[in-house]
């Protein structure tokens, strides 16, 4: 692909989560899109991984790095953009909030600690990550800059057994509509991608007969693949996107439409 035709060309983006999933996936395309991507994520080796694995024509020509951050601590968090401003001298005006936990329990079950676990990394997270990044592109003055938090449609819909992780999805939808409404004035902005159920480690604890009930209620008849996700959230971040914000885009196959 020539660097003309790559819409994220000279972009520095930065994802957390990277080490997996739909993270891994979403650097890969936003790399081979010109994009310098910075890799974060709890489980560091992981991200290594994901840099590592590029494939031409986005690996070798830019400085990608991956470097640690847990997203439900404001001090990781911030030690981290630390790092990364130092070494580019710039902030990433791409952020891609891809890290996130399920904890599945029913209502009547479910712990203190359950419940708060997954908010603290799913919502508080991303409101931490959205924050800081922010904060750093309104320093730098950047001419325009985008935020993709990665909800659920099951932050829409809600789900038995999922109380905290529905909750945390939903909170998603409206920080990120609360966030477009603050930083639409700074050229920033904000979106939810909702996926539907993706083939990544996440869902490998889910049971088989709910994946088949989702695929039955699925226009398209299959579970997504995280590089269906990664194409959309690539788009967003493009100015192929540039009057898209507040948005909720669900990437589900028509599930829960
Ligand atoms: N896979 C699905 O079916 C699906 C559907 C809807 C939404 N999502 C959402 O998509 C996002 C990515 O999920 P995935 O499917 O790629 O899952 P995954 O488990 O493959 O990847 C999640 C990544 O987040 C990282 N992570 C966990 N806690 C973290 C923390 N505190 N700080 C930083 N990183 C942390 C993990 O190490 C892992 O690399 C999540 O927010 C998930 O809720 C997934």
Request: with cysteine; aromatic share 4%; net charge positive.
């Amino acid at each position: 692909m020539s660097g003309l035709n790559r819409i994220l060309a000279g972009k520095l983006a930065i994802v957390t989560g990277a080490g997996s999933g739909i993270g891994r996936s979403t650097c890969q395309i936003l790399s081979r899109e010109g994009a310098t991507v910075i890799a974060t994520d709890k489980n560091l080796a992981a991200a290594e991984e994901t840099i590592k694995h590029f494939t031409p024509p986005s690996a070798g020509d830019l400085d990608h790095s991956f470097v640690f951050m847990d997203v439900a601590e404001a001090q990781s968090i911030n030690k981290a953009l630390q790092q990364i401003l130092k070494k580019y001298k710039r902030p990433p005006t791409i952020v891609v909030n891809s890290g996130g936990i399920a904890r599945d329990n029913k209502l009547l079950d479910m712990s203190e600690l359950e419940f708060d676990s997954v908010i603290n990394v799913n919502l508080k997270g991303t409101y931490l990550v959205m924050q800081a990044t922010a904060k750093a592109m309104v320093d730098a003055k950047v001419s325009h800059g985008c935020i993709i938090n990665i909800s659920s449609m099951l932050g829409k819909i809600g789900t038995s057994g999922r109380i905290n992780y529905t909750g945390s999805k939903a909170g998603v939808i409206g920080i990120t509509k609360a966030a477009a409404s603050e930083l639409g004035q700074y050229n920033i902005r904000v979106n939810a991608v909702l996926p539907g159920l993706t083939d990544t480690p996440i869902i490998a604890h889910v049971p088989q007969g709910i994946k088949d009930l989702v695929i039955r209620q699925t226009p398209l008849q299959r579970i997504g693949k995280p590089e269906e996700i990664g194409e959309v959230i690539a788009f967003l971040c493009s100015e192929r996107s540039s009057f898209v914000t507040g948005a909720s885009i669900e990437v589900s196959g028509g599930f829960g439409m």
